[in-house]
């Protein structure tokens, strides 16, 4: 079984459309659990709808506001699956997401494995180009760019044991990867698009110096690099990040 994280805030425009591409998957094997984290909105009420006619969504509420990290720290710790996949309450995976990275994992015996990924608007138009990953990375090639999205990156944590996220305000992604990568030597990436990034109105994706402040934060705070060290990952993932989101 797969078993999907979902960190939920304020999202009940989006929330139903992620479910139901989640539903919509070719591979059924699969828990969703969704963690609210004291939305406002009708977040709970959409999830609950949706709940009640699939026992494979399961809803936790958060008592008071944990940020996205202990949300999905919190989803991490009860997941009985064998694999482990992320999925934003914004976001949307393409039908055959599941089966072609458990295939992809299963054929080629990676641990831990991620694709590339459409890129659009609010309104699910074309914003960027498609984001097409790289066969792999490590450890290292990571610390300089970060090509694994939170909603591609798929897990088999029978092989890697669970790993939890960073207690950082953004970004807590990407210090899990690194951790992981620390004990396991490589990801593999999925060249086809299997998913799609819905880059909201004032995002960190959009806000570049904001991101890079995180991103420097995960180096010193969470990786504990030194600052000569961590200066010159973060030049290069600046460069590396023009890249990305040139088109």
Not at 93 to 107: D, G, K, Y
Not at 155 to 164: A, C, D, E, F, L
Not at 190 to 209: E, F, G, M, T
Request: include cysteine; hydrophobic fraction near 40%; aromatic fraction near 12%.
């Amino acid at each position: 079984m797969v078993s999907i994280i979902t960190a939920a805030y304020n999202c009940a425009p989006y929330i139903e459309q992620t479910i139901k591409s989640v539903q919509a998957q070719t591979y059924t094997d699969w828990e969703m659990i969704i963690i609210d984290d004291c939305s406002t909105d009708d977040t709970v009420a959409v999830i609950t709808a949706v709940a009640m006619a699939d026992s494979r969504v399961k809803l936790l509420q958060n008592t008071q506001n944990m940020g996205p990290a202990r949300s999905r720290n919190r989803g991490i710790n009860i997941a009985a699956g064998t694999y482990l996949a992320f999925l934003d309450g914004d976001d949307l995976w393409l039908p055959e997401f599941l089966a072609v990275s458990l295939n992809f994992m299963l054929m080629h015996n990676h641990a831990f494995v991620f694709s590339s990924y459409k890129r659009l608007d609010e309104g699910l138009n074309p914003l960027y180009d498609d984001f097409i990953v790289p066969n792999k990375v490590s450890y290292h090639s990571l610390l300089k760019t970060c090509p694994i999205s939170c909603l591609t990156a798929v897990i088999n944590i029978s092989v890697t044991g669970k790993y939890y996220m960073p207690d950082i305000p953004k970004r807590q992604d990407y210090g899990l990867w690194l951790s992981i990568l620390k004990k396991h030597e490589n990801a593999y990436g999925i060249q086809q698009p299997l998913a799609i990034y819905r880059i909201r109105k004032n995002s960190v994706s959009r806000n570049k110096y904001k991101a890079m402040l995180y991103v420097w934060k995960v180096y010193r705070d969470v990786e504990k690099l030194n600052f000569i060290y961590s200066a010159y990952l973060m030049v290069n993932y600046v460069i590396n990040g023009l890249k990305k989101y040139a088109r």
